[in-house]
Structure formats: C-alpha cells, structure tokens
C-alpha cells in the first residue's frame, strides 16, 4: 500500500510517451522494408508487450529509451505472451494470421475477460485461428487483399488489426458495422500507417493499400490522456504545472475541456502550462477518447456544479469495468457520482480525507487514484498496475 499526503502539487515534468502510439509504429516498423530507429519510448508492460510479439519478424537492438527495428525472414513457429496488453493481443492475432507459419499468441489477466471473438471469427474467414482460455492459436497463410466486416462499437483495436493486415496482404477493406467507439484510435493508427508508405482511407469503409516502408526515423509523441492526471492534481491543490511534450490529435481534447471547466491551460513550443481553478461543469461526449474519461472525471470532482460525461458504455469493456470503478474513485473522495441516462454524472466538491483507494488492477484507474490522493490525502491498494502505461508516474506523485 503506498500513501501519499495532500499537498500542493507543482513542477517541470516530462510528458509521458505516448503508448498508443508507441505500440503502433513499432509494430509498423517491424513489418516495414528498412530499417526504422524509433526515438522516446517508455518500457511500460504494454509496450514491452509489443516489443515481445514482434521478435519473431524483426532485428531489434534497443539502448536506453531508443531502439532499432529491422524487418527479418520470420520465423515459422512463433509463440510470445502479450500479458494484459490488449492493443498487441487483438493486432498481433491479425498480423499472424497473414504470416506463414503457426503461431501461438499467450495472454492473462484482465484480457481474460475482454472480447476478442470477433475478430477471432472475421479472421477464420481466412485462415484458421482458435482461441482458447490463456491463448490463441494461428495457422497463417500467405493472403491476398481482402474484404471483411467487424463491429465498431466494442473495440477499435479490432478494426486496426485489420489495417495492419492489410498492410501484410498488400490491401483490405474493412466496412465497420455499428457505431464507431474510441475512432481516434483508429485515425492514430491510419497515421501511423501512412507515416510509413501506405494509402489509407478513412470513409464508410477504412481501407489500406501498399505495403509498408520505413521512413528512416521516428520520434513517439507525447501522451496527454496520461499527463491530464499531472495537471488535474496541480489544479486541484492550487499548484502549477509545466509540462513538456508533444500533444496529438488523440487527447489534444483534454485541454480544451479544461479550460472550459476553468482552468488555466496554455500549449506553446512544445509545453503546456496550467493552473488556476476548477470552477464550471461541462457536458462532453467522450465516446472517441475513452482514455480521456479519467481524468476528466477526476477534475469534474472539484466543482460544484453537475458534469456530464457521455459516450462512455463501452469503458465496461477496459481492463476494469471502468464506469464502475471511476465512480468508486470519487464516491471514495466524497464527491457525488453515478451512471444515469448514457452518462456519467459528476459534482463535488469531495468532503472525505485520508482515503482508502483501489485500483481495481486498472492502470489508468491506478493513475486517477494517485491524483486524487494527491488532493484528498490517502492510500492506494496497489501501484503495479501503473506500470502498464507509465510506470514513471509513480515518481511525479510519490516525490514531487
């Protein structure tokens, strides 16, 4: 249990790299012709997760937070453990499957709870793949381009597992059905891919064509769906933050809604700043930023006024049931929290100190509950599922 004592949180901090995009140009690297040096990595377990599945295809020689990735001839038997890492689970499935060779992918945890079947089933279409409790198993096979259909609305790691594979078969066109959850993520990985040589179009449809490419050297973006915690910590206690990084489309969001919720945000040459007070509610739909529920959440606590914070149904599939356990969070603080009418409402101020928090072995609920110790004063049940997405964190909150 690790306790931490309210207090003004200020400081310089490095934003966090960003693991979404992390995961995904080192997986596009490793499926790319040439080699790619990929500058600013964190060794979270989700990345280290990915760094595992793509042995079997590629030379990596890392040093520090930089490494180098070389595509190789694969191997034809592959078997690696992506633990809770969601993202290398769903994308790893469907890049084997278009690899000659059997594979055997391992995972535990969390993700033994989390869906996978329909990409499981979209891709024995092609070629056969099986999964079992603890594993899924890949009889790949050499595929031309393809169609295929999947649902949008559980999880869009689905859909750009897709759009690598197509990127191995030279093409693919991927028709959504149903609404479209977390589709920034799917726009990242588009990003992503066209960084490094492919034709992606994002309609109706999502399709790739042309193989991958390196583009000599990559630099990973900052995370601000990670770094919010630093600023809704510093808000909440009357403290000041800089902190330096690259913002992306993905949670450029975040400071928006902050600023519409009172705070003082600013982003110039590569550094956001903030201060000043949480004073205004804000109704938001969130369903394209799920990561960006959290800490929205955890800021909404701080005003008197109701927040709304729609677009969330899907937080039920995370490594937590994650509409759950953000309401625990700030129920435990004193704050007013509940699911109602497609929406989390939210309004505080909290009236509890010294807290007892879970982090339901969720990384970012991990993450949240540290920020709220942080102004509440109290004890976080376990730390180690922080070390997911940024394992650096524990250093900011604990010493800072």
């Given at each position: ?142 595929l031309g381009p393809f169609e295929a259909e999947i649902r949008g609305d559980i999880s869009s790691q689905y859909i750009s597992g897709l759009m690598y594979l197509a990127a191995v078969a ?12 977390s589709w920034s993520f799917v726009e990242a990985t588009a990003k992503v891919l066209r960084a490094f040589g492919a034709e992606v179009r994002l309609g109706e449809a999502v399709e790739v ?192």
């Amino acid at each position: 249990m690790l306790c931490i004592s309210p207090g003004k949180f200020e400081g310089r901090f490095d934003a966090p790299p960003s693991k979404p995009y992390s995961q995904r140009l080192l997986l596009a690297a490793a499926l790319a012709e040439g080699g790619t040096a990929i500058r600013g990595v964190e060794w979270s377990d989700d990345f280290v997760a990915m760094y595992r599945a793509v042995q079997p295809l590629a030379r990596t020689v890392a040093e520090g937070r930089d490494l180098y990735v070389e595509r190789r001839e694969p191997d034809l038997r592959r078997s690696f453990n992506v633990g809770e890492s969601g993202f290398t689970l769903r994308t790893a499935v469907a890049v084997y499957a278009g690899i000659p060779g059997t594979t055997a992918v391992f995972y535990g945890g969390t993700l033994r709870g989390r869906p996978i079947e329909e990409l499981v089933e979209t891709l024995s279409r092609f070629t056969k793949v099986e999964k079992t409790p603890g594993a899924v198993f890949i009889e790949g096979r050499r595929l031309g381009p393809f169609e295929a259909e999947i649902r949008g609305d559980i999880s869009s790691q689905y859909i750009s597992g897709l759009m690598y594979l197509a990127a191995v078969a030279g093409g693919g066109f991927i028709k959504p059905l149903g609404a479209r959850k977390s589709w920034s993520f799917v726009e990242a990985t588009a990003k992503v891919l066209r960084a490094f040589g492919a034709e992606v179009r994002l309609g109706e449809a999502v399709e790739v064509w042309g193989a991958l490419r390196s583009p000599g050297a990559v630099d990973v973006p900052s995370d601000f769906s990670l770094a919010a915690f630093l600023i809704v910590a510093a808000v909440a206690t009357g403290g000041r933050v800089e902190i330096r990084g690259r913002t992306t489309d993905v949670d450029r969001p975040v400071l928006k809604i902050f600023r519409d919720m009172g705070a003082e945000v600013a982003e110039e040459d590569g550094v956001v700043r903030a201060g000043g007070v949480f004073t205004r509610e804000v109704d938001v739909d969130l369903s394209g930023n799920p990561d960006l529920v959290m800490p929205v959440a955890l800021a909404a606590a701080m005003a008197e006024e109701e927040t709304a914070i729609r677009g969330v149904e899907h937080l039920r599939y995370k490594e937590s049931d994650r509409i759950s356990t953000v309401i625990d969070v700030l129920r435990r603080m004193g704050a007013e929290a509940e699911y109602r009418d497609g929406a989390l409402r939210i309004r505080g101020p909290p009236r509890r100190r010294d807290v007892a928090f879970s982090s339901h072995g969720d990384h970012r609920i991990g993450l949240m509950a540290l920020a709220a110790a942080r102004v509440v004063g109290g004890c976080l049940d376990d730390v180690s599922p922080i070390a997911k997405s940024w394992p650096t964190a524990l250093l900011y909150f604990r010493n800072s």
